[in-house]
Every structure is written in C-alpha cells, then in structure tokens.
C-alpha cells in the first residue's frame, strides 16, 4: 500500500515536472506549416457562378443568362 502511494506520487510530480516544457519533435525537421491556397480569391469559379445562378432564378423567377456562366473574371 506504501509503495503504491509513493509510485502515484513519484508519477504526479514527474508528470507535473513536463508539463510546462515544450513538446520534442520527431526527427530532424521543423513542424510542417500549412500550404497557403494558391487561387484568387476574387475570381469566381464555374460551381460558384452555378449556384449563384440557381439563386438568382429562384428570387426573381427569371432564367438566367447561359452565356454568363462561361465569361472569364
């Protein structure tokens, strides 16, 4: 029983001891950084113009214009 209690208190400070380092990474590489998008974010893509479409004819009931779909931005 005293050496179970003294193995849950030898566990809780060496615990607590690491709990405030940094974490080590793996290897010899720094941690991978997210990609950033590519694409601009101002140019619509056909999907976009699409629904964009569909929500235009279900407000005004009118149907769009086909050849709009296809202009570049």
């Known amino acids: 029983m005293l050496l179970r209690g003294a193995i849950l208190i030898l566990a809780g400070v060496l615990l607590?001891?690491?709990?405030?380092?940094?974490p080590l990474s793996?290897?010899?590489?720094?941690?991978?950084q997210a990609a950033e998008p590519d694409r601009?974010?101002?140019k619509k893509t056909l999907a976009s113009k699409v629904l964009s479409?569909?929500?235009?004819?279900?407000?005004?009931?009118?149907?769009p214009d086909p050849?709009?779909?296809t202009e570049l931005n």
């Open 53 to 63: 479409a569909i929500a235009l004819e279900r407000v005004t009931g009118r149907k």
């Open 40 to 42: 601009d974010p101002s």
């Open 16 to 22: 607590a001891g690491c709990a405030n380092s940094q």
């Open 26 to 32: 793996t290897g010899f590489a720094s941690p991978a």
């Open 67 to 69: 050849a709009r779909l």
